[in-house]
Structures are given as C-alpha cells and as structure tokens.
T-cell receptor, first 117, second 114 residues
Framework: AQKITQTQPGMFVQEKEAVTLDCTYD???????LFWYKQPSSGEMIFLIY??????QNATEGRYSLNFQKARKSANLVISASQLGDSAMYFC??????????????FGKGTKLTVNP | KAGVTQTPRYLIKTRGQQVTLSCSPI?????VSWYQQTPGQGLQFLFE???????NKGNFPGRFSGRQFSNSRSEMNVSTLELGDSALYLC?????????????FGSGTRLTVV
C-alpha cells in the first residue's frame, strides 16, 4: 500500500528566505507520480508541482522546486524567496501509475507553513 | 475558463439525515474524484468517476455513494449521517488521462453534522 509521510507539522520561515518541506513516500510500485498542493485557509487545494517516478530531472515551477531522491524515497518541496502569501498548509501526494487508469491520490498529513514578515 | 464548482459551500445536518453534495467539473473534464478531509484522518479518497463509471473506490462504508451524469457533473450522497461525517468534502476534476498536470479542486463543501 502507498503511504506518504510528512514529519513537520509546522514550519516557520522569514519572508524572502527559502524553506524546505519534507516528504517521504513508501510504495512498491515502479511507476508513480508525486504532487505538492497548497491549501490556504479558504480550503481550496492549489496544485504546485509534479514529479514522475521516471523523470530524470527535478521538477521546477517558478519559485517551487522538488528535490526528488528516488533511492531515499523522498520528494521535498523547496520554496525560494518566501512570501507572506505562502502561509498555508502544504500537502504531498502520490498517484499509483500502474495499469487501470485510476487517478486516486494518497495524501500526507500536511505541513503548516507560516511566513513571518 | 470556469473552475470546479461545488455546491453547497456549507451544510448543517442532523444525525440520521441524508445529504447530497454536487460537483461540476471544468468543461471538457471527464473525471471527478471525491475526498473527505478531517483534522484527525486528513485527506482520504472516497471515489472516482470517469465517463459515468466508478473507476475506483476508497475504504468508506456503504452509506457513502456517488454517481456521475452524462455531462460529467457528479454527486455524492451520504445516508444516515453520523457525527464523524462532519468534514470538508473536496472534489477534483481532470481530463481522465494520467499526466503531469495537477488536478483542479473545488473549494469544497463543509458539512457539519449535529
């Protein structure tokens, strides 16, 4: 069974600094996708970045980058130059990409990020 | 392009009642997935519909059911509500083909059972 572990319940960072949010995963499937989502207090889940298990390079999207270490089964999110608007819950999620076509996501418990001015 | 629309946004129900939540996906999207979010259990997968067929189902009791219509809109129903069903219910829509794109979520329906 797939499992996502986010060990940091809360993180604090100063505005304009970089922060790393940890995510480790457990799966026996060779093909999977990893996602990061942001959830502000309004409740909506906002997609940030995706990494496929066969991707050779780490994914980047603007200020977000994913530090993918396949052997360690980790997919940490790095946010550069933090902004006050980055304060939110952040969720790491995995999708099993074996046959069947299902797009079910398995989520971690999340990390609450607070950006201080 | 309109996003994913979930209605209602808030709902208060009494134990034992039933409730129906609605999710209208992005135009052209054929897949809708439902998730339950609670402080204790986090985000848990309920079910997924693609082209009116249930493609996957999570580990929830039979009181939770869903369906998808020909226009891809989806509804989920919870019968005989329990206090523990109080949660934020989120739906996500997609084209239905796995890719490197992220799934678009609605703002959710916050259900309170009293």
């Amino acid at each position: 069974a797939q499992k996502i572990t986010q060990t940091q319940p809360g993180m604090f960072v100063q505005e304009k600094e970089a922060v790393t949010l940890d995510c480790t995963y457990d799966t026996s499937d060779p093909s999977y996708g990893l996602f990061w989502y942001k959830q502000p207090s309004s409740g909506e889940m906002i997609f940030l970045i995706y990494q496929g298990s066969y991707d050779q390079q780490n994914a980047t999207e603007g200020r977000y980058s994913l530090n993918f270490q396949k052997a360690r089964k980790s997919a940490n999110l790095v946010i550069s130059a933090s902004q006050l608007g980055d304060s939110a819950m952040y969720f790491c999620a995995m999708r099993d990409d074996r046959g069947g076509g299902s797009e079910k996501l398995v989520f971690g418990k999340g990390t609450k990020l607070t950006v201080n001015p | 392009k309109a996003g994913v629309t979930q209605t209602p946004r808030y709902l208060i129900k009494t134990r034992g009642q039933q409730v129906t939540l609605s999710c209208s996906p992005i135009s052209g999207h054929r897949s809708v997935s439902w998730y339950q979010q609670t402080p204790g259990q986090g985000l848990q997968f309920l079910f997924e519909y693609f082209s009116e067929t249930q493609r996957n189902k999570g580990n929830f009791p039979g009181r939770f059911s869903g369906r998808q219509f020909s226009n891809s809109r989806s509804e989920m129903n919870v019968s005989t509500l329990e206090l523990g069903d109080s949660a934020l219910y989120l739906c996500a829509s997609s084209l239905g083909v796995r890719g490197s794109y992220g799934y678009t979520f609605g703002s959710g329906t916050r259900l309170t059972v009293v």
